[in-house]
């Protein structure tokens, strides 16, 4: 994996005004994640001494391995080893005709066989998996690990070899996939190439470019057929003779026009006379005028550097180079996006493990679970501990699903094609994942093809913490948590702290760093504490394809950009989100339907939209008997631009005992059209200063301050 070292953790400079009797928040301080995944691998490698553990002392990971207790067998693996040897010795005796096993799954069977605790050792090198792995319980307890000081790599897929250059300068290769599978992406020296697509990929990866815009239909189709056809402009569109294996990759999202999921479709037929693509769709995603895409996945589409495309029915890729050469090894065809799947295995250990070039599959609403796949699949395994593994270029990082008391600490998951790190449920049996632990990992570049998703996403997930997790440059969500389907993915008792959160929500119209759910609606009695936060931002066209400025927000128009630091949506209540510093994003804190939240001691700075926006929307109608009014006490904020707004509140249908400010500390741009309020409580009328909003009994205590 490309590591990321000299990343900079020191936090952000932002002015503290401590109030008396209350103490300052603190911003979030984390261990260099690379350096505690060194030492995760130090601690849990085959051949690691008891004091190995004793390095994690005085990190954030001091409690999460404390050894194996007792003698355990060892089985070793190496891409120079033999299946028929007996996998007990780390290196051939070629005399002897002895050595490792070449397989992991011979290594798995063995294990099986000897029974009691074992741990299979991978040697470093290059291992090229064509199907998945699966353990189950015949492998409780079963450590699959490293030996130490050694890094193996498996790749999900198959080598390319034997290219031959055609006079066009495109070159070609055969390629005999397993049964029932495709190419689902193509990696050139670890790097991630481009599926045959139109128009092309922008070469400087500028998300605002590489796009063509849905036109209005004429004659207009009624707006839920959004999820089936979408019309286009005259001469957008190339001729595709062929459409099988086209798709279009497309944003949309639950309500026609929206923009805050996509989904890659198949395309059934283009009628260029009615200018309309008829795709494969869904009863959830709809797009509408002005839903951004492209298409791709037709030998029409090949023509610009770094792009391919498979002819499933000869066998054979067509690829153009970069750099009109090409090497005869580092080329993988990626076609898993399931490596490892624990289904059963309780208490098994997966450690100081490569794990890249997958398939991109994971985070689509077509034909697949909606946040399923996984690198590393957990079902029903209890214990299970996934720890310092590097994670790169597949379709999800790690994923767990009614298991209970998972383990995922010291990973570095990168450039993934949808989350970095699911746990939560499957739709239909909704058993819970309660207890899960996601330590100190480090989660970049995630929603790389699929921009509904998380650095880490969690539901039907009780008791989960969430901590010293370093999270960069997320499509959506840096950690998206609660129920999304009512009761039967609810959560509760949450613990999400001490994250380091950069520039979240970098491809949608709405998002941000840090959202919980409530949809069961009732207290989730869940906590959001010492986390930093800085970046978070939206991407947004209009109809016509322009797009709206970065870090945009207008509370008086609509439909527009919509991002938070951290927000509570779907009626989500009995949240404390508390100590938090937030500094650079749009909008810092946003509470959406719920009641019964505290807002405490944060420290707000250099905002572009609202410090506090509270909306009654997704829960408007609904007050049930414990509710209490939404608290927004002893924060610090900062208004930076001169129209600059403290906060936003727009709740007529619950009134002025929806939230309550209290004890706050402003400084900056503060004047007589800092707070909107509606209901209109105060007497200037819906916009005011802060003697207005005091004056209406909505605030006690709050100050305008100079800087100090």
Same mark, same amino acid.
């Given at each position: 994996?490309?590591?990321?070292?000299?990343?900079?953790?020191?936090?952000?400079?932002?002015?503290?005004?401590?109030?008396?009797?209350?103490?300052?928040?603190?911003?979030?301080?984390?261990?260099?994640?690379?350096?505690?995944?060194?030492?995760?691998?130090?601690?849990?490698?085959?051949? /690691?001494?008891?004091?190995?553990?004793?390095?994690?002392?005085?990190?954030?990971?001091?409690?999460?391995?404390?050894?194996?207790?007792?003698?355990?067998?060892?089985?070793?693996?190496?891409?120079?080893?033999?299946?028929?040897?007996?996998?007990?010795?780390?290196?051939?005796?070629?005399?002897?005709?002895?050595?490792?096993?070449?397989?992991?799954?011979?290594?798995?069977?063995?294990?099986?066989?000897?029974?009691? /605790?074992?741990?299979?050792?991978?040697?470093?090198?290059?291992?090229?998996?064509?199907?998945?792995?699966?353990?189950? /319980?015949?492998?409780?307890?079963?450590?699959?690990? /490293?030996?130490?000081?050694?890094?193996?790599?498996?790749?999900?897929?198959?080598?390319?070899? $034997?290219?031959?250059?055609?006079?066009?300068?495109?070159?070609?290769?055969?390629?005999?996939?397993?049964?029932?599978?495709? @190419?689902?992406?193509?990696?050139?020296?670890?790097?991630?190439?481009?599926?045959?697509?139109?128009?092309?990929?922008?070469?400087?990866?500028?998300?605002?470019?590489?796009?063509?815009?849905?036109?209005?239909?004429?004659?207009? !189709?009624?707006?839920?057929?959004?999820?089936?056809?979408?019309?286009?402009?005259?001469?957008?569109?190339?001729?595709? $003779?062929?459409?099988?294996?086209?798709?279009?990759?497309?944003?949309?999202?639950?309500?026609?026009?929206?923009?805050?999921?996509? $989904?890659?479709?198949?395309? @059934?037929?283009?009628?260029?006379?009615?200018?309309?693509?008829?795709?494969?769709?869904?009863?959830?995603?709809?797009?509408?005028?002005?839903?951004?895409?492209?298409?791709?996945?037709?030998?029409?589409?090949?023509?610009?550097?770094?792009?391919?495309?498979?002819?499933?029915?000869?066998?054979?890729?067509?690829?153009?180079? =970069?750099?009109?050469?090409?090497?005869?090894?580092? @080329?993988?065809?990626?076609?898993?996006?399931?490596?490892?799947?624990?289904?059963?295995?309780?208490?098994?250990? =997966?450690?100081?493990?490569?794990?890249?070039?997958?398939?991109?599959?994971?985070?689509?609403?077509?034909?697949?679970?909606?946040?399923?796949?996984?690198?590393?699949?957990?079902?029903?395994?209890?214990?299970?501990?996934?720890?310092?593994?590097?994670?790169?270029?597949?379709?999800?990082?790690?994923?767990?699903?009614?298991?209970?008391?998972?383990?995922?600490?010291?990973?570095?998951?990168?450039?993934?094609?949808?989350?970095? !790190?699911?746990?939560?449920?499957?739709?239909?049996?909704?058993?819970?994942?309660?207890?899960?632990?996601?330590?100190?990992?480090? !989660?970049?570049?995630?929603?790389?093809?699929?921009?509904?998703?998380?650095?880490?996403?969690?539901?039907?997930?009780?008791?989960?913490?969430?901590?010293?997790?370093?999270?960069?440059?997320?499509?959506?969500?840096?950690?998206?948590?609660?129920?999304?389907?009512?009761?039967?993915?609810?959560?509760?008792?949450? =613990?999400?702290?001490?994250?380091?959160?950069?520039?979240?929500?970098?491809?949608?119209?709405?998002?941000?760093?840090?959202?919980?759910?409530?949809?069961?609606?009732?207290?989730?009695?869940?906590?959001?504490?010492?986390?930093?936060?800085?970046?978070?931002?939206?991407?947004?066209?209009?109809?016509?394809?322009?797009?709206?400025?970065?870090?945009?927000?207008?509370?008086?128009?609509?439909?527009?950009?919509?991002?938070?630091? !951290?927000?509570?949506?779907?009626?989500?209540?009995?949240?404390?989100?508390?100590?938090?510093?937030?500094?650079?994003?749009?909008?810092?804190?946003?509470?959406?339907?719920?009641?019964?939240?505290?807002?405490?001691?944060?420290?707000?700075?250099?905002?572009?939209?609202?410090?506090?926006?509270?909306?009654?929307?997704?829960?408007?109608?609904?007050?049930?008997?414990?509710?209490?009014?939404?608290?927004?006490?002893?924060?610090?904020?900062?208004?930076?631009?001169?129209?600059?707004?403290?906060?936003?509140?727009?709740?007529?249908?619950?009134?002025?005992?929806? =939230?309550?400010?209290?004890?706050?500390?402003?400084?900056?741009?503060?004047?007589?059209?800092?707070?909107?309020?509606?209901?209109?409580?105060?007497?200037?009328?819906?916009?005011?200063?802060?003697?207005?909003?005091?004056?209406?009994?909505?605030?006690?205590?709050?100050?305008?301050?100079?800087?100090?």
């Amino acid at each position: 994996m490309r590591r990321r070292f000299g990343l900079t953790l020191s936090i952000l400079p932002v002015m503290l005004f401590p109030q008396s009797g209350s103490s300052a928040p603190v911003g979030a301080e984390i261990d260099a994640p690379e350096r505690l995944q060194m030492l995760v691998r130090q601690a849990t490698c085959a051949e /690691a001494s008891t004091t190995w553990s004793a390095k994690l002392n005085g990190t954030s990971l001091s409690d999460v391995w404390s050894g194996s207790a007792g003698a355990r067998t060892i089985f070793y693996v190496s891409p120079d080893g033999n299946d028929t040897w007996s996998g007990r010795l780390p290196t051939a005796n070629r005399q002897a005709g002895d050595g490792p096993f070449a397989s992991i799954e011979r290594a798995r069977d063995a294990a099986r066989e000897k029974g009691g /605790a074992n741990t299979i050792a991978l040697e470093k090198g290059d291992y090229y998996l064509t199907q998945p792995i699966v353990f189950d /319980a015949r492998d409780t307890g079963l450590i699959l690990t /490293a030996r130490c000081n050694e890094v193996p790599i498996l790749h999900g897929g198959l080598q390319v070899r $034997d290219w031959v250059q055609q006079a066009d300068g495109r070159w070609t290769a055969l390629l005999k996939l397993p049964p029932d599978e495709g @190419v689902g992406d193509l990696f050139v020296k670890g790097r991630r190439q481009t599926r045959a697509r139109f128009p092309n990929a922008p070469a400087d990866g500028d998300p605002r470019k590489g796009w063509l815009f849905a036109a209005k239909c004429d004659p207009a !189709i009624d707006a839920r057929e959004g999820n089936t056809r979408f019309c286009f402009h005259a001469g957008d569109l190339p001729a595709v $003779d062929d459409t099988s294996g086209l798709v279009v990759d497309i944003v949309g999202g639950y309500q026609p026009g929206s923009q805050w999921g996509n $989904d890659t479709l198949p395309v @059934v037929s283009i009628d260029g006379a009615a200018r309309t693509v008829y795709t494969k769709g869904t009863g959830y995603f709809f797009t509408a005028e002005g839903s951004r895409y492209f298409l791709a996945g037709a030998k029409a589409l090949l023509d610009a550097p770094g792009e391919w495309w498979y002819d499933l029915a000869t066998g054979e890729l067509h690829y153009i180079p =970069v750099d009109q050469s090409l090497p005869n090894s580092g @080329v993988v065809a990626g076609i898993l996006p399931t490596f490892f799947r624990l289904d059963g295995a309780n208490g098994m250990v =997966v450690s100081g493990l490569e794990l890249r070039d997958g398939a991109p599959e994971g985070s689509g609403k077509f034909y697949t679970e909606t946040r399923g796949f996984g690198a590393i699949r957990i079902e029903h395994a209890d214990d299970v501990k996934i720890l310092g593994n590097g994670i790169e270029n597949v379709g999800v990082g790690v994923h767990v699903t009614e298991s209970k008391d998972a383990l995922i600490a010291g990973n570095v998951i990168a450039d993934v094609a949808g989350n970095g !790190i699911y746990v939560g449920t499957n739709y239909g049996t909704f058993l819970k994942s309660n207890g899960a632990r996601i330590l100190s990992n480090h !989660i970049h570049d995630i929603g790389k093809v699929y921009i509904e998703t998380a650095g880490i996403w969690f539901q039907a997930a009780d008791n989960v913490r969430i901590a010293d997790n370093l999270i960069e440059n997320t499509a959506q969500f840096g950690i998206s948590g609660g129920s999304l389907w009512g009761s039967n993915d609810a959560v509760y008792n949450a =613990v999400i702290e001490h994250n380091v959160i950069h520039n979240a929500n970098q491809r949608t119209a709405d998002g941000g760093a840090i959202k919980m759910m409530g949809e069961q609606a009732d207290p989730l009695n869940s906590t959001i504490r010492s986390n930093l936060i800085t970046g978070t931002g939206h991407l947004m066209n209009r109809a016509d394809g322009t797009f709206w400025p970065p870090g945009y927000e207008n509370t008086s128009e609509w439909p527009s950009p919509i991002s938070w630091a !951290i927000y509570t949506d779907g009626k989500a209540s009995g949240l404390n989100i508390e100590g938090n510093t937030l500094s650079g994003n749009v909008a810092a804190i946003g509470i959406n339907g719920g009641w019964s939240n505290l807002v405490a001691a944060n420290v707000i700075t250099h905002g572009s939209g609202a410090a506090f926006r509270v909306d009654d929307g997704t829960g408007r109608g609904w007050h049930p008997p414990w509710a209490r009014p939404n608290r927004i006490e002893n924060n610090i904020v900062s208004v930076d631009n001169s129209d600059g707004l403290a906060a936003y509140v727009h709740a007529p249908d619950h009134g002025p005992e929806y =939230v309550q400010f209290a004890r706050n500390r402003y400084i900056g741009n503060l004047n007589s059209q800092s707070f909107r309020i509606n209901p209109r409580v105060m007497r200037s009328g819906e916009f005011g200063g802060l003697g207005d909003l005091q004056k209406a009994g909505v605030d006690t205590g709050s100050v305008v301050a100079p800087p100090e």
